[in-house]
């Protein structure tokens, strides 16, 4: 499917479905949906700025990534956000929108491996979740959480557990009642029945009472 004619919604269709199965599946989860009601989950159309968006927001308030991303986008004008201005960038310019030297050098590596189709994001859509997320990793600054943020949040995959993430494992001992943080196994375990809607699942545990999105994730939703 050619990029332009990717969904920019998860396809209400299945939604619904998976709607219908975790209420079957999971008393717990079917409880979150019904305090919560319908889900609705934009997707970003260019993988490209929803990658630079997750490394600007690592590690600093939402506030502060959602500066620094205006000044990017005051600096590029009409150009498009794209690896090819990125290259074309001096530093000193990107280091005055307020990126740290490491983000910088976050951002070179993924323009150049971009550029070079290392990573290739035309393509991406196409591949399986493990071969999307064995690609984007071998980006600096990219790690398994942020890959899996991308499959969910930018490809629209229904079926992604981020068993890394600390608000959906907080969500799952408050409803589970467990008595900490589960562990990625425990997680998995719990998970079992919402296959295959995972990524569903995991979008009500965020919503759902005082879970928070993290930082990067609350730059995805923006």
Known sequence: ???????TV???ELVAEAITHLRRSDRTICRIIDAHGPMTLPLEADPFRVLVRSIISQQISTAAAASIQRRV?????RRKLSAAW???MEDEALRQCGLSPQKLRYLRDLAEKVSMRTVDLRTIHERPDAEVIRELTQVLGIGIWTAQMFLIFSLGRLDVLPTGDLGVRAAIEREYQL???PTPRQCEEIAQPWRPFASIASWYLWRSSDAR???EQAALWQ
């Open 1 to 7: 499917m050619p990029r332009s004619l990717r969904p």
């Open 10 to 12: 998860m396809s209400p």
């Open 73 to 77: 986008d005051a600096l590029r004008g």
């Open 86 to 88: 990125v290259c074309d």
């Open 179 to 181: 008595p900490a943080h």
């Open 213 to 215: 999105l993290s930082v």
